[in-house]
């Protein structure tokens, strides 16, 4: 039965999938002007026979529903077009730009739920406390503060004040690191340099923990305000009146309850951690998809701008998945 | 006559009017906090060519990047400071609260409004619109608010109504669902039967009986929301996709203030602070509205 489940929720995904795809052809479709004339806009002068030439390249003679399906049967082989501004492949681009962004989403999740799991118990389990109220006002700051001043401020204050840590990149330029599998932390611990991973931990501080900053906010609360609801079960009484500890039965029998709630909410704001991350790797100067993103919009080179929304929508619906997956297996019932 | 009173179909319970939650909501002082901001900012917007001190484009080019008065003293008396152009920080803050309350305030209503007529006619109705609507909102729901925003932005262009689309055609979803959902339980309930038996229409059920059980729901989800939009805008306006950067925006402001900041933090940190503000203010009275109408919602 749970794995029917399964197969159910992993198949539903190929028609959003295909959704997707199209609801981004179409916005992209909307902009103003020929593509054509952005590439040549950098070039000046150019012959009718270039122009038509280029329109054949980019297929812009065909029209829009074979478009559509040429668009589509790309994307499915992972050919997302050629970017205007580089004439290079967009899939290896993105490719080339992602295990930064993935480092700094997961290190930004790590950082995140580190702290947030640990306060939201304690503000559960001391509720009303000064801790509580510190920890919950803090939790309700973080939500209202955006993203791209925080990095601003964390920047101003510990990298150029107090010298903390860098301004803004990766790694240093002074720093040799062999790249193996593109993240800076595991290569250098893969090649034990052990100077690169100090250096790539001192980068990856601030972003991460501004990054990490909303859905630290966000989790603190649920997971306070699910573990108060779980600590009033008839099985949390039961387990106390077997004479467990206080720990005991926090750790074991709420925990695992008072979990369930903020997996799915975690999934839901993968969506913002996505979203922020162009937003802070703007900020940090961080080489991933974001800034690729952001700067393919300022020199409009929609190609890459598509592709990488597709890749953000596939991200963000496969994360779901995750969660929903997740969540079959940490909720007995749901394979019932 | 208790049990005859009991079958009569009532008019679901108001739970005190607008004016009784308006009562309760003075008792909450975290929401008469957020509240008491919120119209500050707001009388600002209205009133800020009166109480700015400078228009907010003019700049005075000797007093560039002057730091706040109360820090050094400058000519000019520029309280919070000058940017890059020698423009009054505080003037420029204030002329921004138009943009921040407007955008938050349109994106949200257009959310809103569309949502929550499309909510109840699908949950209330069912069948082949429903499932298309459904469908479409799960589509949306794929990407990533901001991500998508920027998408629209980008193939739209700079512009007030842009900004608001940007943020609407995506909004609406949210609304939708908790409409949807609502619809459904609520056109289920027993009231609504009786409703029928005694000869309603549709329109009236509808209108009379479902639509004011659900308004306090979409009322709390839109001030949430609305935090939510004024974040999107200022984060698109931070990355030069929202009005033309000639007006001032707060999110503007601070990536303004973003190439100075080793030198000159004031630029951006002023207007950051502001919509810090803001924000916090509409949430605080967005949680008060939940807690006072909807405590339901806390599980969320």
Known sequence: MRTLLVLRRVLNTVPIMVGVAVVVFVVMRMLPGDPVDIVLGQTGAISQQDLDRLRRDFHLDRPVTEQLYQFLAGAARGDLGTSFARRRPVFAMLVEALPATVELAVAATVVALAVAVPVGVLSAVYQRSWLDRLAMGGAFLGISMPAFWLGIVAIIVFAVRLGWFPTSGRIGFEVFLRPVTGFVVLDSVLTRNWAALWDGLRHLTLPAVVLGAGLMAVVARVMRSSMIEVLREQFVTTARSKGLTGRVVVLRHALRNALIPTVTVVGLQLGVLLGGNMIVETVFGWPGMGRLVVDAIFSRDYPVVQGAVMLYAATFVLANLLVDLCYIYLDPRMAL | ?300
């Open chain 2, 1 to 300: 006559m208790a049990t005859l009173a009991a079958w009569v179909p009532q008019r679901p319970a108001r739970r005190g009017g607008a004016w009784g939650t308006l009562a309760r909501l003075a008792g909450h002082p975290s929401a008469v906090l957020g509240a008491l901001i919120v119209a500050a900012v707001a009388a600002g917007a209205v009133f800020a060519p009166v109480l700015a001190p400078y228009a907010p484009g003019a700049s005075d080019l000797e007093n560039r990047l002057a730091a706040p008065s109360w820090l050094a003293a400058t000519p000019g008396g520029h309280w919070l400071g000058t940017d890059g152009l020698g423009r009054d920080l505080w003037s420029r803050i204030i002329f921004g609260s138009r943009v921040s309350l407007l955008v938050g305030l349109a994106a949200t209503l257009l959310s809103l409004l569309p949502g929550l007529v499309l909510g109840l006619a699908a949950g209330f109705y069912r069948g082949r619109v429903d499932g298309a609507l459904s469908r479409f909102a799960e589509l949306l729901m794929a990407f990533p608010h901001l991500i998508f925003a920027i998408g629209v932005m980008a193939a739209l262009g700079p512009g007030f109504w842009n900004l608001v689309a940007a943020l609407a055609f995506k909004g609406w979803v949210e609304f939708f669902r908790v409409a949807r959902g609502e619809a459904m339980a609520q056109s289920a309930r027993e009231y609504v039967d009786a409703a029928r038996a005694v000869g309603a229409s549709s329109a009236r059920i509808v209108g009379r009986h479902i639509l004011p059980n659900m308004l306090h729901t979409s009322l709390v989800l839109g001030t949430l929301r609305m935090g939510h939009f004024i974040v999107l805008e200022a984060s698109l306006s931070f990355l030069g996709l929202g009005l033309p950067p000639r007006l001032p925006a707060w999110g503007t402001m601070v990536a303004e203030g973003r190439e100075v900041m080793l030198t000159a933090w004031w630029v951006s940190t002023f207007p950051g602070l502001a919509i810090v503000a803001l924000v916090l203010a509409v949430n605080l009275v967005g949680e008060g509205l939940r807690d006072v109408l909807d405590p339901r919602l806390r599980a969320e």
